[in-house]
Nanobody, 121 residues
Framework: QVQLVESGGGLVQGGGSLRLSCAAS????????MGWYRQAPGKQRELVAT???????NYADSVKGRFTISRDNAKNTVYLQMNSLKPEDTAVYYC???????????????WGQGTQVTVSS
């Protein structure tokens, strides 16, 4: 039982910025990776960015140089700073967290409820 609460989505003009947050809570022993995915209407869900417990990051080519993923291990929170937003960034953004459950001592992988990001042209 791990819960993810996302925030920070909204409507922004092209070229603008938004910052997404995702806080994990519940029976968490440790978190190995945290990431963001997105799904636009009529398209499959795609990876945006991930970050490991050691701070290694990975980005989709389409967001490199514009988005930055970071995490606060003490707060079990991951952030996605999105700059120079484009209309094609419009999508529902989902947080994804994986780690070990403190209850079962087995791996877990949880998804957030999603937050809408809309970029106008």
């Amino acid at each position: 039982q791990v819960q993810l609460v996302e925030s920070g989505g909204g409507l922004v003009q092209g070229g603008g910025s938004l910052r997404l947050s995702c806080a994990a809570s519940g029976r968490i022993l440790s978190i190995n990776y945290m990431g963001w995915y997105r799904q636009a209407p009529g398209k499959q869900r795609e990876l945006v960015a991930t970050i490991t417990s050691g701070g290694s990051t990975n980005y989709a080519d389409s967001v490199k140089g514009r988005f930055t993923i970071s995490r606060d291990n003490a707060k079990n929170t991951v952030y996605l700073q999105m700059n120079s937003l484009k209309p094609e960034d419009t999508a529902v953004y989902y947080c994804n967290v994986g780690g070990l459950s403190s209850w079962t001592r087995t791996p877990f992988a949880s998804w957030g409820q999603g937050t809408q990001v809309t970029v106008s042209s």
